[in-house]
Every structure is written in structure tokens, then in C-alpha cells.
């Protein structure tokens, strides 16, 4: 690399001091990525530290394995008033340098860094051309640098002169296929409903840059039960086990309050799963990674929030293990939807009532990787090579595993998990269908009777599981263990 032109490594990023607590309030957290003020900052790290990496800067890469607090420290030093917004702009050298420029940014709602959502619409109208003249994929263009070269002419081709126009350009390969946008992350929103993501982005394999929003794989879905919110909102606190989810072990409440000043009810549960790392990620791990645990049982943490006067509730769930290889959030948000003669309160509605009221829930299923991070398989960092990353759209072929990057690795068991959960998505609405059926038929004694028949069709050892009641020893105190 001697032989190029001086540049450095960069990522810019937003500083919001609202964003943990509107992460927190919307169940809209993710791990690590929302829990400060510097949006999506796990990602910004990472993508600097694979930068260091393919131009091997050691020293570049020895600043950035440093822990991510110590991280967020040196960053807080840059920022002169931390109740306001900012963006910053971290520029990394060789050496290992690394300097902060923090400028003032407008105020936004936090809600629209998360997750792009149906509802959400665009604050201006921008106009987007496509470059004319293709642009060869290189290191420049799969990692974000100084050297903008590229990216300038392009947008001067489309006539953009000036970073404050609301305009963009869409730069091409020489395939004709579009890698990225000259300043932006680009965004396709499918025309049509399918069973996987509703929002996809130009596959890496294209030669555009690894950016951050687009690491965040997700799973995106809207569905409209034919029921009340409050049937729906029961449901969903008795819907195991039911002959759709019979892997369902044990459910412990492990808190439950109503907060005095807005009277919504926030509860905790712990779900023991019948469950083991997809085969299809084991096949991608060293030996013994992921299949020490014979149990083949997981924790999932579930939190849910419920406002019954405004008719929503909204929900998290995450997995407890295996997370390093695959951290998985569920998020859900159900929401009344009042038709033509429904009432205009919630105040005595029926449980079973089918014609008055709908219930939409639009689900959206967040996937991470840290495989190959830290000290978990560390010569994979060594022989890290970004021209040979994942399709984000399609699997790699088998024999391809061996020559995956770091971040190719991580991005292809993201996948796996987005394939698999639109079968589980599935499976799920089935269950919710048969406990809201039970409901409206024979109310909370029909649904106790089907909860008993499908504890007792579980075989094996895990309906032995279910007959131990009270005395189950994998668990105990407060609970609605179904």
C-alpha cells in the first residue's frame, strides 16, 4: 500500500442525547448499538477497525480494539454540550492516529434512526440520477477514506455541486449494477409484499461500501388480526404453549408493574426454548463453537409494555445465548385499529369480538454477528479479505465458507437467521390465530383446556418437562408458567 496516495480511514456518525432513552421507552433497543448517544457506534468502530485491517495499519488497529466504553469516553471528550445533538466525523491515519471534528447538527425525531418503518415518511424529496459512466470497484470504494476522488466526479457528472443540495447520485460498476450513493446509504423499498426484507440494499458483492445502517440486517413484516386489542393483547400473553409452538418449554414472569404516572403495564418474562444453533451456522464455526451445549435448550428475554387507554402494546424479545455468533431482537408493535361503527374507547369491549375492532402488528427482526470480533476465531482477522464478502441477497455456494471475511462471515449467518425467521414469523401468527380462536369460542376456559392438550402432546423428555408442574425445578416463584 505504500504506493498510494496519503489518506486516512473516516465514518461519520450522529451524537443524540435522546437516543438511549427513546431506545429504552420504545423497547427499541439492540445490545449494544443504542445504549449512548452515538448512533450505531459499534458498527462505526467496526467498520474502521476492518479499514485498518485490509490496509494493514497495525497501529490504526491497535487503537480500535480498545473496549467500547473506552471508546465512548475518548469520543465524549470531543463533545462541548452533551444535551445537544452533533455530528462528528472520526478520522483515523496510519499511524494510528485519530481526530474528531464535531459540528452542529438540526434537532430530529430519535424514532427515524431506528429501524426505517412503513409509517415513516420522508422529510424532503430529493432528486437522484444514476451516473453515466460506471465506477470500478475498488478498496476506496468498499471502505470509506479520504479519498473521494470517485465520488466527487460523479456527482459533478450529474451536475450536484454543492453537499447542501438535496440531490444525489447512484454510483454504477461495470455490470451496470448499483453499488451505492455518492454521500448516502441507499435504500430499496420493494414494490410488492414478500416474506423477506421489506427494505434491501445493493449486495456488497456490487463493490459498494460496507456502510452501517446496511449491517443492521432485518426482518420486516405487517399482519391485521380480525380481533379486538384486548383479545389480541391476551393472546399474546397466553399463547404458550399452543401446536405451533410446542418448543416452548417453561414461561417465568420475572417482573411486573403498572407505572403510577402513565398506567401502563411493563412486564418481564424468561422463556426456556427447545432450541440449538441452526446447523447451517454450525457449519460455518471452528469445532467446538456453538455446540458444546447439549441441552438443546435457550433463554429468550421478553419485554413488553402495554397501554391499554391508547390501545398499543409493544414487545422485545432476545435471545440469552449464543449471542456473540448470533444476537437476535424481535420487535413488535400492536396497535388498535378501529374499522366503521367500532367504538370510540376500549371501555368494555369484548374479547371475542371479531366485527368491532382490528389489530395490526408489524414485526421487525434485527440480526448481528460478532463472530470472528475479540478473541472468538482471531485468524480470521488475519486473512480478513473484503472483495470476497457475503451476497446480502443470496448464499454464498458450498466451498465458499473457507474464504470468507470477517465481515463476509458475519453478514452470511445474518442471513441464515433472516431465512429462518420468516418461517417462525409464520409459525407464530398460526399459534396467536389458535389461542384468539379459543378465546372467541370458549373464552379463558377453552384456552386453558388447549394449553393442557398441547402440554400434554409435547414427547419425550420435554412433555416430561411440562407434567412436573409446580414442582418443574426449572424455575420457581412469580410466574404464568403455561
Not at 423499498?189 to 421489506?198: E, I, K, V
Not at 449491517?215 to 393483547?233: G, I, L, W
Not at 398499543?312 to 449464543?322: I, K, L, Q, V
Request: charged share 25%.
Amino acid at each position: 500500500m505504500t504506493s498510494q496516495p496519503s489518506f486516512q480511514i473516516i465514518s461519520s456518525l450522529r451524537y443524540d442525547p435522546a437516543l438511549p432513552h427513546v431506545a429504552r421507552e420504545g423497547a427499541n433497543s439492540s445490545s449494544d448499538l443504542f445504549q449512548t448517544p452515538y448512533y450505531l457506534l459499534p458498527y462505526h468502530r467496526d467498520r474502521l477497525l476492518h479499514a485498518a485491517q485490509c490496509f494493514h495499519w497495525t497501529k490504526a488497529e491497535e487503537f480500535l480494539q480498545q473496549d467500547l466504553s473506552s471508546f465512548v469516553q475518548f469520543l465524549d471528550s470531543f463533545i462541548a454540550d452533551k444535551n445537544k445533538p452533533w455530528r462528528l466525523r472520526i478520522v483515523v491515519d496510519r499511524s494510528g492516529a485519530c481526530t474528531v471534528d464535531v459540528n452542529p447538527t438540526a434537532a430530529i425525531d430519535p424514532l427515524s434512526l431506528l429501524i426505517p418503518l412503513p409509517s415513516a415518511s420522508p422529510s424532503s424529496v430529493w432528486r437522484v440520477y444514476v451516473d453515466r459512466e460506471p465506477t470500478d470497484p475498488s478498496l476506496f470504494t468498499t471502505h470509506k477514506t479520504t479519498a473521494r476522488e470517485v465520488y466527487s466526479a460523479a456527482r459533478l457528472r450529474a451536475g450536484i455541486m454543492s453537499p447542501q443540495e438535496t440531490a444525489e447520485v447512484l454510483l454504477v460498476n461495470p455490470k451496470g449494477e448499483v453499488m451505492e450513493g455518492s454521500i448516502t446509504t441507499v435504500y430499496f423499498r420493494r414494490r410488492q409484499p414478500c416474506d423477506g426484507p421489506a427494505w434491501t440494499t445493493p449486495p456488497l458483492s456490487c463493490g459498494g461500501n460496507a456502510g452501517t445502517t446496511r449491517r443492521m440486517k432485518f426482518f420486516e413484516n405487517v399482519f391485521t388480526y380480525d380481533y379486538s386489542f384486548p383479545a389480541v393483547s391476551l393472546a399474546y400473553f397466553l399463547r404458550y404453549p399452543n401446536p405451533y409452538s410446542r418448543h416452548v418449554l417453561t414461561t417465568d414472569v420475572i417482573d411486573r408493574y403498572v407505572d403510577p404516572g402513565t398506567q401502563r403495564l411493563h412486564t418481564i418474562r424468561l422463556h426456556l426454548k427447545k432450541s440449538k444453533v441452526p446447523s447451517g451456522i454450525l457449519k460455518l464455526l471452528p469445532k467446538g463453537i456453538g455446540g458444546a451445549d447439549k441441552s438443546g435448550q435457550s433463554y429468550i428475554l421478553e419485554t413488553t409494555v402495554v397501554d391499554a387507554k391508547e390501545g398499543w402494546m409493544r414487545t422485545e424479545s432476545r435471545n440469552m445465548e449464543w449471542t456473540g455468533i448470533l444476537s437476535v431482537v424481535e420487535r413488535q408493535v400492536y396497535q388498535r385499529l378501529p374499522v366503521e361503527g367500532a367504538l370510540d374507547r376500549l371501555e368494555g369491549l369484548a374479547l371475542d369480538s371479531k366485527k368491532s375492532e382490528q389489530t395490526t402488528v408489524q414485526t421487525t427482526v434485527t440480526f448481528r454477528s460478532r463472530l470472528g470480533q475479540g478473541k472468538l476465531l482471531p485468524s480470521l482477522r488475519k486473512t480478513d479479505r473484503v472483495d470476497q464478502a457475503a451476497d446480502e441477497e443470496e448464499a454464498p455456494p458450498k466451498g465458499f465458507f473457507s474464504s470468507l471475511s470477517t465481515a463476509g462471515l458475519q453478514r452470511t449467518i445474518e442471513l441464515i437467521g433472516v431465512s429462518r425467521t420468516r418461517d417462525a414469523i409464520l409459525k407464530s401468527k398460526q399459534g396467536m390465530n389458535v389461542v384468539l380462536e379459543r378465546l372467541r369460542n370458549g373464552g379463558i376456559v377453552e384456552v386453558l383446556e388447549g394449553m393442557r392438550q398441547d402440554r400434554e402432546a409435547v414427547d419425550g423428555p420435554w412433555k416430561r418437562v411440562w407434567l412436573r408442574g409446580n414442582n418443574n425445578d426449572l424455575g420457581s416463584g412469580d410466574d404464568d408458567r403455561h
